[in-house]
């Protein structure tokens, strides 16, 4: 084997330890990925008939706060200006979302200023005044009051999760702000955009290097070749993004997972819902949003002949599928405290990602967390002498 490292999986982690590593370290990297393709989850392509720009594992909005991050994948590719702003058609009418001013006084027929309206929701949220909320269904009350939240928030979340909202960390809700005013961007950050040539471009420009070598259709717990886990680990520093459970071969029991499927359809006509992002909140519809793909990039010459949607189901992952978000019931948290055991006596394995940490992260967080690790883990064991010894996943 011809590498200093070995990288597990070619998402916006792997990609990232392998750019530095190669790049800042001068080490030479293989990235494995059971893929055909490098990117991981972040991965589109252009729909063949209409030439759109689909991102075939969900809808991707990169935005950031963090000036670390947002300077480094500038290296790799310029951001449009788009700005993500999301509806949702409940009982027939759209509403702007995240929760509004302009929600709320749709929803109540109202026409209250900022200070009237949270006393309003202060109001249906009294019943959890002065708690300290620690899942999703309590908290959601809390921030927006019982109303809004059966209407938005409880059947959506029922579809998404399909798990109930009182099994579900607080967290997961906190990602969605609440407003006072009239903006309806879905996100806070200050940078916000989609990488002007699509994401495989930047994808592919964080792997160009000499130094990194990429093997795709390689499952590193697929004996026949010399990457895998048998032949690499204990001979080289490896960096593994893949399922946490499945490393450890589920010695501590299934983490539980959520995967999606995405039905994709070609219409005849140039705009079928006028916006990127359409959610389906309510329990009747067994989809939980509609993409758009044109609207994502209008600055774009797209065909106005055609248009490509994707619906977004969503449901546990079995064995097979390609698990996604991690769900994270308390059940999940005990048994993650074990894997965070194996991980730690796991000899030079260092464990990453959202898949390697059972962590709900956007992109920019998996970024800042493998540039982390460069600096904290990978060039202390290259370039200091303080060796990786064991593994761990605090990275
Ligand atoms: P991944 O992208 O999942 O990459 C892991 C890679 O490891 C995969 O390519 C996989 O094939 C490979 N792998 C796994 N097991 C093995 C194995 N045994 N052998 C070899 N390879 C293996 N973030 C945002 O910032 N904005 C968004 O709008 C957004 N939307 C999202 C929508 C969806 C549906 C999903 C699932 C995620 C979304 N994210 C979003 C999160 C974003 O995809 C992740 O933060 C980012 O991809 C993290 O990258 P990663 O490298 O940790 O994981
Ligand atoms: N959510 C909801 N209704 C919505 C949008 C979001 O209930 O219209 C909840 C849902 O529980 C979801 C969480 O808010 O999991 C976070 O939403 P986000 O859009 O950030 O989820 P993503 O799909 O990007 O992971």
């Given at each position: 084997m011809n590498a200093d490292l070995v990288v597990v999986g070619s998402g916006l982690f792997g990609l990232t330890v392998a750019e530095r590593a190669a790049n800042e370290l001068g080490l030479k990297v293989a990235i494995i990925d059971r893929r055909h393709h490098i990117g991981g989850n972040a991965y589109s392509e252009k729909e063949e008939r209409t030439g759109i720009e689909v991102h075939r594992y969900g809808a991707h909005l990169f935005h950031t706060s963090n000036e670390r991050v947002w300077d480094y994948v500038n290296r790799?590719?310029?951001f449009t200006n788009y700005v993500h702003k999301v509806y949702t058609r409940h009982n027939g009418e759209v509403f702007p979302m995240p929760i509004n001013l302009g929600t709320i006084n749709q929803f109540f027929r109202s026409a209250h200023g900022p200070a009237e309206a949270k006393a309003l929701i202060q109001e249906q949220a009294g019943e959890l005044a002065g708690t300290d909320p620690q899942n999703l269904n309590?908290?959601?009350?809390?921030?927006?009051?019982?109303?809004l939240y059966e209407a938005f928030i409880k059947h959506y979340?029922?579809?998404q999760w399909q798990t109930s909202p009182e099994e579900l960390p607080a967290s997961i809700i906190?990602?969605?702000p609440v407003r006072y005013t009239y903006d309806n961007r879905y996100f806070n950050d200050k940078y916000e955009g989609l990488p002007v040539d699509g994401y495989t471009a930047w994808l592919e420009r964080m792997a160009e290097q000499p130094n990194i070598e990429v093997h795709l259709n390689t499952d590193f717990f697929d004996d026949s070749h010399e990457y895998s886990k048998a032949n690499?680990?204990?001979q080289v520093p490896v960096v593994y993004t893949g399922a946490l459970d499945r490393y450890f071969d589920y010695a501590e029991g299934d983490l539980s997972w959520r995967t999606i499927d995405l039905e994709e359809e070609v219409l005849e006509m140039e705009d079928f819902q006028g916006c990127s992002v359409m959610n389906y909140p309510d329990a009747d519809v067994p989809f939980t949003r509609i993409h758009e793909f044109r609207h994502f990039h209008p600055e774009r010459d797209y065909t106005k002949d055609a248009t490509v949607i994707m619906r977004?189901?969503?449901r546990f992952a079995n064995k097979g599928d390609e698990p996604y978000y991690p769900v994270n019931t308390s059940v999940d948290r005990e048994k993650l405290l074990k894997y965070r055991d194996l991980a730690a006596g796991e000899s030079s394995v260092l464990f990453g990602g959202r898949l390697g940490t059972y962590k709900y992260l956007d992109m920019h967080m998996a970024i800042g967390a493998a540039l982390s690790m460069v600096d904290n883990k990978i060039a202390p064991h290259f370039t200091g002498g303080n060796k990786i010894q064991s593994g761990g996943i605090d990275a």
């Open positions: 790799f590719t310029d309590d908290k959601g009350i809390q921030l927006i009051g019982r109303p979340t029922a579809k906190t990602r969605l690499v680990v204990g977004e189901f969503s």
